[in-house]
């Protein structure tokens, strides 16, 4: 009889170079008798399974033993599974369920042609290793009388029981620690084969026949043999990994004969005794008859802690060299002994067991213990039977090819009709067998190149994605990140560029976009037949960006104005261009948003006031600001600023940080008193403002009570001055310490669902020092003031304050009681009309070079644009000579009967003024009937269409 199982019939439709090993430096060697296929090799489990297949998941929330063991209505058990299953079916059980609980028996038999499968449903990859867990049986597996079966990895904590069966496949299998003997075949079994899988002591027995173990690794344990072999005739060990204890690593015996044992890698322990019976490979005198064994490789331990161990045991005697073994027996010609494990196995380098075992020796698979191909390692001769290269052991040495990086030559830009290459590197091992792919990505063939440098002329320009690609000698294929590269037309570098604001689209609170931010844009615009490899932008403010290539540049300017801004390139050619254009700078017409009053400064917790003559930075935006929570791209922001404790009669400049002091004034105050204003002004680039006293020294105190941005927040409708309300008509004076609701919304043009209004806030008949509070929301009263009112004096001050419910804002003062004037002057909303643009503070009138404005007389501010709808102005009356009123309003309109400030003789008295602008870009300013006036207008910006 054949030493051999008859396996024909289990031969899988494996591609024909699997079933082939690869060709030999000088000969081509097919795997011929030793060549063993069979149903066992894994290949990828199929995506749809056969329809006559039965499913076992217990974890299936609906899985029962009594029902169809369909997909949809999976068994709980792989017993039920089994003692239903028909010829030609393949039970798959699900690994997601990581312990069946159970002993598995098999006793029913498919057909020739039409085997019983049991498969796994491999579970999901572990996220951090990949690995796929096993499925396990607990209590062990048992096949018992029966034939053509194939059990597929199952791994079992008990052992595996394989009796009076025939034809079966074990592949990819395993069992636990502990059994004595974790794999047992007996009875009479004929024609097992176990394939792949992870044993611990196995044992083959009881006149079983044709039993073959190939690609497996053995475990000896409770110092039993790894691998034994007792009473089988005809049993193959090929190209196992052998772990062994303190007895024989293989051991045969009894009436095994025509056993072959080839190409196996043996470990002998290290931690035996003396007295222990040591041996790698034992044949007993019985078992002799027709056994050969060769091309195997034993290390380790060998004679190293007693003369007696051997490696070998033949018929009785014992040899401690494949000389003396080969010599008395004509067995292990081929074999190799090593002193030390060191520097052997697949993974090392020149290791023995590489490229030296017999292709052609008795079971001989195509893969290896991880299904992977028998490969020739280039670094090593052929030394296997006719120039071979399998390995010795159950695993096969790979190329480690895992990573693979491309260059692009002519730094990825080029015009059309230069050569352009790729060069491919890999951390490939066998660099000599590796074949490499790369598609031009313009519709011609991939080039398919030995050399890691191809190169291809493209014929039309364009941007082409260039796709590399290697394959190993065992058709592994690795592909490469893709490459970009860019193919001009033929010309002259020419350079050129846009100029663009930057603009922000969201409020965000993480990102700070400066106002006034230019984009510089080279790649769009310049001609480069070549790759530019110096870039230098002038931004004509004594500023300049340099880059190693075209490359967009933004530039935050710090002041508005007109620049000239020049581009210089360099390409990798050593050509030069040059491209120059004037650039226009201004603030971005802006929405507004209204918040809650945010303290951003006061000089009097530090106890450190601000001096004359020194400007003081401010921060508005960005991290520098306590409980920050606005937009850091804000271009302009609404402040409420008061100086109090002053040393002198002094007067107070804000203006963004980054640019020239202006000759304008925001806040005037007399010595030793307080005085507050509503300021709107731009932010600098770093997200500050500037603040200086001209004389003198004092307390100031900054809140942010709303900000303007391109792209959000509302638009705003400049309204003519409009009475709100007048506490001299209507309820009397506001009493210390109470509040009163002012209806501010839907009435007086202004419509119901606007989001907040402009107002200008009037304090008069006050009896005692005291502060007003204008907020939205009665319930959450800010400790911020919008107006310090004085007894004797009318005082006003602009206020941008939030709609509260129903279209109402409160009124609070904390002490005495005061009669309050409210006029309506403008209002935020989504059917607002105007967006406002911030401009650098800039004087447009100052009737102290013209003469004063006589009481009862209009003075006409021009200087704003011809297209402005509002405009916000810091209106400063001085040398007053007796107490009034200052009005302004657009320039060809009605006088409105209210005030936009009150002038008191001898004080100069600023105020924050938002007013309709008339034709022409210009602006009236009615003085009442009190007394002659100097008046000073500042513009601070003005609305637009929007």
Same mark, same amino acid.
Not at 203 to 223: D, H, I, K, P
Not at 870 to 879: K, Q, S
């Given at each position: ?29 097919? *795997? ?52 239903? /299953? ?5 039970? %798959? ?10 002993? /598995? ?10 085997? @019983? ?30 034939? !053509? ?10 052992? +595996?029981? /394989? ?101 196996? &890698? ?47 045991? %033949? ?86 090819? =895992? ?99 930057? *603009?922000?689209?969201? @409020? ?11 984009? @510089? ?47 210089? &390139? ?13 650039? #226009? ?30 400007? !003081? ?37 804000? %203006?963004?940080?980054? #640019? ?28 500050? @403002? #500037? ?17 303007? #941005? ?76 919008? *107006? ?20 109402? +804002? ?24 105007? &967006?406002?643009?911030? /401009? ?39 040398? =007053? ?22 002038? *008191? ?28 006036? !100097? ?12």
């Amino acid at each position: 009889m054949s030493c051999l199982p008859d396996i024909g019939q289990w031969q899988p439709q494996l591609p024909k170079e699997v079933l082939l090993l690869p060709p030999t430096r000088t000969t081509t060697v097919l *795997l011929t008798a030793g060549l063993v296929t069979l149903l066992g090799v894994p290949g990828a489990a199929a995506a749809e399974p056969a329809p006559s297949a039965l499913y076992v998941n217990r974890a299936a929330a609906n899985c029962t033993d009594g029902g169809p063991g369909s997909q949809a209505v999976p068994f709980c058990s792989i017993s039920k599974a089994a003692k239903v /299953v028909e010829p030609g079916q393949t039970v %798959w059980v699900d690994a997601a369920v990581w312990h069946y609980k159970e002993s /598995v028996t098999i006793d029913r038999s498919g057909e020739p042609g039409k085997p @019983i499968t049991f498969d796994i449903i491999p579970g999901e990859p572990d996220p951090d290793t990949g690995e796929v867990s096993d499925t396990y049986a607990t209590d062990g597996l048992t096949i018992s009388g029966a034939s !053509h079966v194939v059990v597929r990895g199952l791994t079992t904590d008990d052992g +595996i029981r /394989v009796h009076g069966s025939t034809d079966v496949a074990l592949d990819g299998i395993g069992n636990g620690w502990g059994q004595i003997h974790g794999l047992v075949v007996g009875g009479g079994s004929e024609d097992v084969r176990v394939t792949r899988s992870r044993l611990h002591s196995a044992r083959v027995e009881g006149g079983s026949r044709n039993t073959l173990f190939g690609r497996n690794t053995f475990f000896a344990q409770n110092r039993l043999e790894a691998a034994e072999v007792v009473d089988a005739p005809g049993t193959v060990l090929t190209n196992n990994t052998v772990y062994s204890g303190c007895k024989e690593g293989i051991g045969v015996s009894g009436g095994s004969t025509g056993s072959k044992v080839f190409n196996n &890698l043996i470990y002998p322990a290290d931690y035996c005794s003396n007295f222990e019976p040591f041996r790698s490979i034992g044949v007993s005198e019985s078992a002799a008859a027709g056994t050969a064994a060769d091309y195997n490789l034993i290390t380790g331990g060998l004679g190293q802690n007693s003369p007696v161990r051997t490696p070998y045991q %033949w018929a009785g005697t014992g040899y401690r060299t494949p000389a003396e073994f080969t010599a008395a027996t004509g067995q292990g010609a081929h074999d190799i002994v090593v002193p030390s494990r060191d520097g052997v196995g697949a993974h090392e380098t020149g290791s023995p067991t590489v490229d030296s075992g017999d292709p052609t020796a008795p079971g001989v698979l195509p893969t290896d213990i991880y299904g992977k191909p028998t490969a020739d390692d280039p670094r090593v001769p052929n030394t296997g039977r006719d120039g071979g290269w399998i390995d010795r052991g159950a695993e096969e040495t790979q190329d480690r090819l =895992s990573m693979v990086w491309s260059y692009v030559s002519q730094n990825n830009w080029a015009p059309v009709g230069t050569a352009v290459g790729v060069n491919i590197s890999t951390d490939s091992n066998w660099q000599s067998t590796l074949t490499y792919h790369v598609d031009f990505g313009d519709g011609t063939a991939p080039v398919v190149s030995k050399k890691n440098f191809v190169e291809h002329v493209y014929s039309s320009p364009g941007v082409y994605n260039v796709k590399t690609k290697v394959v190993t000698a065992v058709g592994r294929e690795v592909a490469g990140s893709t490459r970009t590269t860019k193919v001009t037309a033929p010309g002259v570098l020419t350079a050129d560029f846009t100029a663009t604001p930057v *603009l922000p689209t969201t @409020i965000d609170t993480g990102n700070r976009l400066a106002p006034m931010t230019v984009r @510089i844009d080279t790649p769009g615009a310049t001609v480069a037949p070549w790759r530019v490899g110096s870039q230098k932008v002038d931004f004509g403010d004594g500023t300049t960006s340099s880059r190693k290539g075209l490359e967009k540049v933004e530039h935050a300017y710090k002041t508005p104005g007109t620049y000239t801004v020049t581009v210089s &390139l360099t390409d990798v050619q050593g050509a030069t261009s040059t491209a120059t254009k004037t650039v #226009q700078v201004d603030y971005a017409p802006s929405g507004y948003v209204a918040t809650e009053p945010l303290r951003v400064l006061d000089t009097r917790t530090t106890n450190t006031p601000i001096k004359g003559g020194s400007a !003081h930075p401010v921060a508005v935006v960005g991290w520098g600001v306590p409980d920050y929570g606005l937009s850091r791209s804000v271009s302009a922001v609404v402040l409420n600023v008061t100086v109090t404790d002053a040393t002198e009669n002094t007067h107070l400049t804000v %203006w963004p940080s980054g #640019q020239s002091r202006p000759a304008t004034s925001n806040v005037n105050i007399a010595r030793g008193g307080t005085s507050s204003n509503t300021v709107t002004v731009p932010v600098g680039a770093d997200g500050k @403002i #500037q603040a200086q006293l001209n004389a003198g020294k004092a307390a100031l105190i900054v809140d942010v009570v709303g900000y303007y #941005q391109p792209n959000v927040g509302e638009r705003f409708s400049p309204l003519t001055p409009t009475r709100v309300t007048d506490t001299r008509t209507s309820g009397g004076a506001l009493g210390g310490g109470k509040t009163r609701t002012v209806k501010v919304a839907g009435v007086n043009g202004i419509p119901a669902d606007a989001k907040a209004v402009a107002l200008n806030l009037t304090g008069t008949g006050a009896t005692q020092p005291a502060h007003v509070i204008a907020y939205p929301d009665p319930a959450k009263r800010p400790a911020t003031s919008n *107006l310090n009112v004085e007894p004797g004096k009318d005082k006003s001050n602009q206020a941008i304050v939030p709609v509260g419910p129903n279209g109402t +804002i409160t009124l609070f003062t904390n002490s005495g009681s005061t009669h309050l004037v409210l006029d309506a002057v403008g209002y935020y909303g989504k059917d607002g009309k105007a &967006l406002f643009t911030p /401009v650098v503070p800039k004087r447009l009138a100052d009737t102290r070079t013209t003469g004063k404005v006589a009481p009862g007389a209009t003075t006409t501010v021009s200087g704003l644009p011809a297209n402005a709808l509002g405009a916000v102005l810091n209106v400063t009356a001085t040398d =007053s000579a007796g107490p009034g009123f200052l009005t302004a309003y657009a320039f060809g309109g009605t006088l409105p009967g209210a005030s936009s400030l009150n002038t *008191l003789p001898g004080v100069t008295v600023p105020n924050h003024v938002t007013t309709p602008v008339g034709p022409g870009g210009k602006v009236n300013v009615f003085n009442s009937y009190g007394g002659p006036n !100097h008046v000073i207008t500042d513009l601070l910006g003005y609305f637009t269409q929007g």
